[in-house]
């Protein structure tokens, strides 16, 4: 017994044949590469490229009894046992075909013609067939043994979740074993602990393991698209490239879906759902409506993870639980305890759903040491912090500016702007002429850009096309910055605010954009700007891409105050001497305030001496 395990190999036969023959004993790939001293990689490639699954049993048989046959006949010295194995293999090959013929009924094809059909229709080694996709009504037939194009061998796969587990924190990890136990999970957490990034492997490894599809949905294509680059990442590290762009298939027929909250492109999907950032997408009801039905099915999961936002949000009875009270008899009603605290280890609730908040803080004790929670507390104002750090909802009571409207300003950009606005192209925007407005900070903390379309007509939307928070730049960075921008976009205008460094980021620029317009803040130029932007929602005449939730606190963090001498009512952002998200808003203001109140584009220049 111990003598048949042998397998000899002469230097001089194809390595090919021999790993074809180990393959049909029944040899794992693994295992033959390390008995031939090559990659499983390699053998795979072969074993793909050679269809070594295809074919009849009783083909595969022919081909071994053809090769060792052929082997033994030109060896220069046989032996008797050389000589009996001979006439075996010779009388085998002699006997089946002789036997093939009489075996037809007079119902079946005669021997002539089934040799045809083998040689034209049925699977073999020499005449591979067209590989079929296993899932996928839309799937394509291809040319025998090209593998396909986002193939991935076992080995790379194997190695992917190996990087999974290594690169995940606690609370990923807790995550991802209530995968495996839960339907629906509807997640609260900090910014910036890796959510997004986490989905994107879970699902992705799951749709390779299970043949299922994953759907990212989220306030734009551009939004789903993170998941798509952190997905493609992945692969990049086992040398793997996938193709595809709003949809991804994978070898195995599984889809992966990138989708903004257009019900023209997310309706009639199946498949695992993930919901990014649903506390800040505009008309939940209609967003809940539009992806339950994909995750209808019971083996399928869904996944809801967000930031919050508002009391006000219509989500916020999804995730409070009351919801699912709507329309039911008093007694059974739920009231749960959706607090931080309550929630710092997970519960399933009476509605099905599994509920987990995740702060800074948990994040940091699970791992996660990427944050200075000093430095935080410092650039952000306290209930900004607690907001965006501690899975605080805010009431909106003291800000200038309606969540709901702003919420409007959300679009898909790929789609709402299509016809002009490229997203990767070097040149974005074409030759659309774009305004550019620029907030230094008064601590050179940060500093808020950003770039907008100009109204060419009197009430053109302003479309913005890209902000930007620069962190620790000095002026001359600044303004290197700003000159960068004239070769991406057809600059027409740029606004500067002159106070305190703004002063010399403006000189700079006055010496490659000579017409640069410096603004200086009082309290009635502050309140016609505030009146700008008002009249402007009222029109529906600003629009973002709906993933830039940055913009929407920048325009929530404006409030009401008092000057310093409590004689005049002025506006500021919650940062006042720290660094935040408001400094967009008053670059985005001051660059719409060069459009007059009436709306007609002919701008408005306010120079400071």
């Given at each position: 017994m111990e003598k048949r395990n042998q397998v000899e190999i002469a230097a001089n036969i194809d390595p090919r044949t021999v790993a074809r023959s180990l393959y049909w004993q029944g040899w794992r790939i693994s295992a033959i590469g390390r008995h031939l001293g090559i990659k499983p990689a390699t053998v795979h490639s072969w074993k793909q490229r050679e269809n070594w699954d295809g074919g009849s049993p009783i083909q595969r048989v022919a081909a071994s009894v053809e090769a060792r046959l052929i082997q033994l006949i030109h060896l220069p010295k046989k032996s008797d046992g050389d000589y009996k194995e001979i006439r075996q293999l010779s009388g085998l090959i002699q006997g089946a075909a002789e036997k093939m013929?009489?075996?037809?009924?007079?119902?079946?094809?005669?021997?002539?013609?089934?040799?045809?059909?083998?040689?034209?229709?049925?699977?073999?080694?020499?005449?591979?067939?067209?590989?079929?996709?296993?899932?996928?009504?839309?799937?394509?037939?291809?040319?025998?043994?090209?593998?396909?194009?986002?193939?991935?061998?076992?080995?790379?796969?194997k190695r992917m979740e190996e990087i999974f587990?290594?690169?995940?924190?606690?609370?990923?990890?807790?995550?991802?074993?209530?995968?495996?136990?839960?339907?629906?999970?509807?997640?609260?957490?900090?910014?910036?602990?890796?959510?997004?990034?986490?989905f994107a492997r879970e699902a992705f490894l799951n749709s390779l393991k299970t043949g299922i599809n994953s759907i990212f949905l989220s306030a734009?294509?551009?939004?789903?698209?993170?998941?798509?680059?952190?997905i493609l990442d992945l692969a990049a590290m086992v040398d793997a490239e996938l193709k595809g762009g709003d949809v991804i298939q994978l070898h195995n027929g599984a889809e992966l879906y990138f989708l903004g909250t257009n019900s023209r492109t997310a309706q009639g999907r199946n498949g695992n759902?993930?919901?990014?950032?649903?506390?800040?997408?505009?008309?939940?009801?209609?967003?809940?409506?539009?992806?339950?039905?994909?995750?209808?099915q019971a083996h399928l999961k869904t996944t809801y993870f967000s930031t919050p936002s508002y009391e006000a949000h219509p989500a916020y009875t999804f995730w409070s639980g009351e919801f699912y009270n709507k329309n039911r008899p008093k007694n059974e009603h739920i009231s749960l305890d959706v607090s931080p605290a309550a929630l710092k280890h997970g519960r399933l609730d009476p509605d099905g759903q599994f509920r987990h908040v995740v702060t800074i803080h948990d994040a940091l004790t699970d791992g996660c040491h990427l944050f200075n929670i000093d430095d935080l507390r410092r650039e952000y104002p306290p209930?900004?912090?607690?907001?965006?750090?501690?899975?605080?909802?805010?009431?909106?009571?003291?800000?200038?500016?309606?969540?709901?409207?702003?919420?409007?300003?959300?679009?898909?950009?790929?789609?709402?702007?299509?016809?002009?606005?490229?997203?990767?192209?070097?040149?974005?925007?074409?030759?659309?002429?774009?305004?550019?407005?620029?907030?230094?900070?008064?601590?050179?903390?940060?500093?808020?850009?950003?770039?907008?379309?100009?109204?060419?007509?009197g009430r053109d939307k302003f479309c913005v096309v890209q902000k930007t928070l620069l962190q620790g730049a000095d002026f001359e960075s600044?303004?290197?910055?700003?000159?960068?921008?004239?070769?991406?976009?057809?600059?027409?205008?740029?606004?500067?605010?002159?106070?305190?460094?703004?002063?010399?980021?403006?000189?700079?620029?006055?010496?490659?954009?000579?017409?640069?317009?410096?603004?200086?803040?009082?309290?009635?130029?502050?309140?016609?700007?505030?009146?700008?932007?008002?009249?402007?929602?009222?029109?529906?005449?600003?629009?973002?891409?709906?993933?830039?939730?940055?913009?929407?606190?920048?325009?929530?963090?404006?409030?009401?105050?008092?000057?310093?001498?409590?004689?005049?009512?002025?506006?500021?952002?919650?940062?006042?001497?720290?660094?935040?998200?408001?400094d967009l808003a008053w670059a985005a203001m001051m660059l719409f305030y060069q459009e007059p109140l009436d709306g007609v584009a002919h701008g408005r220049v306010e120079i400071d001496s």
């Open positions: 013929p009489s075996e037809k009924s007079a119902a079946k094809p005669s021997a002539e013609k089934f040799i045809a059909d083998l040689t034209d229709n049925i699977p073999t080694i020499d005449n591979p067939p067209r590989e079929r996709a296993e899932r996928g009504r839309d799937a394509k037939e291809r040319p025998a043994g090209k593998p396909h194009k986002n193939f991935l061998h076992p080995d790379q796969i587990i290594e690169q995940s924190f606690g609370y990923q990890r807790f995550w991802n074993q209530q995968y495996g136990k839960r339907r629906f999970r509807n997640l609260l957490k900090s910014r910036q602990i890796g959510a997004t990034f986490y734009s294509r551009a939004q789903a698209y993170y998941f798509r680059r952190y759902l993930y919901v990014d950032e649903y506390f800040w997408i505009e008309d939940f009801e209609n967003l809940r409506k539009l992806a339950s039905p994909m995750a209808s209930h900004e912090f607690r907001q965006l750090f501690e899975c605080e909802f805010v009431a909106a009571k003291d800000g200038v500016f309606d969540f709901a409207e702003l919420q409007k300003c959300g679009v898909d950009s790929w789609d709402a702007w299509a016809d002009w606005y490229k997203s990767f192209a070097p040149k974005p925007c074409g030759d659309a002429p774009v305004w550019i407005g620029y907030d230094p900070s008064h601590t050179g903390d940060a500093a808020g850009l950003v770039v907008a379309t100009a109204p060419v007509r600044q303004a290197a910055f700003i000159r960068n921008l004239l070769s991406v976009y057809n600059v027409q205008k740029i606004v500067i605010d002159s106070n305190g460094i703004g002063v010399a980021v403006a000189d700079l620029v006055k010496k490659f954009f000579p017409g640069v317009i410096c603004m200086t803040y009082t309290p009635e130029i502050k309140g016609l700007m505030v009146l700008k932007m008002l009249n402007l929602l009222k029109n529906r005449r600003v629009e973002w891409d709906g993933g830039d939730i940055d913009m929407q606190m920048a325009f929530l963090s404006v409030r009401r105050t008092m000057t310093a001498s409590g004689r005049h009512m002025t506006y500021e952002t919650a940062r006042t001497k720290e660094a935040s998200h408001g």
